[in-house]
């Protein structure tokens, strides 16, 4: 899909104001991450004394960010049952085929800042309008197994848009109850790795959504999103069982 760059602009993003969220779930994690965002302002002090709305101190805060290799976005309608957008990646893709991820991808140099990639490469995909996203904040960094630094911008997006998977990366789009993470047990999931030329299995956590084992990188984001936005500690781990 050809993406002008104009359609996103950073100066036109909208904020999602805690006290206009009517749904207490969504309210209660706007409030924990952007006060996350808020804590990262090099000089907060800076704009209280500029009177400076909430709105752009959470924007200038994400604008201030080191720019990471990726961005993705974390997606979640805004609707009385949320649901977390989360898709498959094609299985000819050169990295992570198959496996599911969330939206986003590499930064490019025209982007800017990180919430510009991971809009860009969410309207990319999966053809989402940025100006039916509204920015929520960020989570801390995660490093991806071929260690490029990836960064997780939250945002919460119009529930009912017509999604369209672009076939030259994504298999599938579906979605996932943000309330039902909060409570569903995870399970161990087994990988086959190859580890200094032998095989080995690795055992780490998982969730089972829609027939989707959720995992790696992307269950990382998941796990550090419920425990910004709901205190739910997760030990996310990898362990070798064995190697051959």
Not at 170 to 178: E, G, K, M, N, P
Not at 199 to 225: H, K, Y
Not at 232 to 238: C, K, M, P, V
Request: hydrophobic residues 40%; charged residues 20%; contains cysteine.
């Amino acid at each position: 899909m050809l993406f002008p760059p104009e359609a996103v602009s950073f100066d036109n993003l909208s904020v999602a104001v805690p006290s206009f969220i009517r749904h207490p779930t969504l309210r209660q994690l706007a409030e924990r991450v952007q006060h996350e965002t808020l804590n990262a302002l090099t000089s907060p002090a800076m704009y209280e004394a500029h009177n400076a709305s909430h709105s752009s101190r959470v924007l200038d805060s994400l604008y201030q960010t080191p720019i990471a290799d990726a961005s993705i976005l974390v997606a979640i309608t805004h609707e009385r049952r949320p649901k977390l957008l989360l898709t498959r990646r094609a299985a000819h893709m050169n990295s992570h085929a198959g496996e599911v991820s969330c939206v986003g991808g590499k930064h490019d140099r025209g982007d800017g800042n990180n919430v510009v990639t991971a809009l860009r490469e969410a309207c990319e995909e999966t053809a989402l309008p940025p100006n039916k996203v509204q920015l929520l904040g960020q989570l801390p960094i995660q490093t991806s197994k071929s260690g490029m630094s990836v960064r997780p911008i939250v945002a919460l997006i119009a529930p009912g848009l017509v999604l369209v998977p672009e076939a030259g990366e994504i298999s599938r789009i579906f979605w996932a109850d943000l309330e039902s993470l909060v409570t569903q047990p995870t399970v161990e999931y087994e990988i086959e790795y190859k580890m200094q030329e032998q095989m080995a299995t690795i055992l780490t956590p998982s969730w089972q959504v829609d027939g989707e084992t959720v995992w790696g990188l992307t269950g990382r984001v998941i796990a550090n999103l419920l425990e910004t936005g709901f205190d739910r500690q997760l030990e996310w781990y990898y362990r070798v069982e064995n190697k051959r």
